[in-house]
């Protein structure tokens, strides 16, 4: 069983920079694939970012070039450096670990606004 805990959320001015974390608990973290998600309210969750056990990611089209995903397998903690903020990334961000079964976690609000 996986439990994940997002922070790092909070209001920022377009144009800015966040810095979303994922702690995960378990002793085999290193295996998984994690994921960044996110919902707007009435849209759908929408994917973001992952990244494998060999740190290989992959980027959405709408935050390639402006997101990295990274990931930190001696503290069991991945991290959404999110540049180049727009009022449309505004959306609650999940964090997703995935092998045979999916986990996630509770979600950090991230609000985009002047």
């Known amino acids: 069983q996986v439990q994940l805990v997002e922070s790092g959320g909070g209001l920022v001015q377009p144009g800015g920079s966040l810095r979303l974390s994922c702690a995960a608990s378990g002793s085999i973290f290193s295996f998984y694939t994690m994921g960044w998600y996110r919902q707007a309210p009435g849209l759908a969750r929408e994917y973001v970012a992952d990244?494998?056990?060999?740190?290989?990611?992959n980027y959405g089209d709408s935050v390639k070039g402006r997101f990295t995903i990274s990931r930190d397998n001696a503290k069991n903690t991945v991290y959404l450096q999110m540049n180049s903020l727009k009022p449309d990334d505004t959306a609650v961000y999940y964090c997703?670990?995935?092998?045979?079964?999916?986990?996630w976690g509770q979600g950090t609000q991230v609000t985009v606004s002047s």
């Open positions: 990244i494998n056990r060999f740190g290989a990611t």
């Open positions: 997703q670990a995935r092998m045979r079964d999916e986990y």
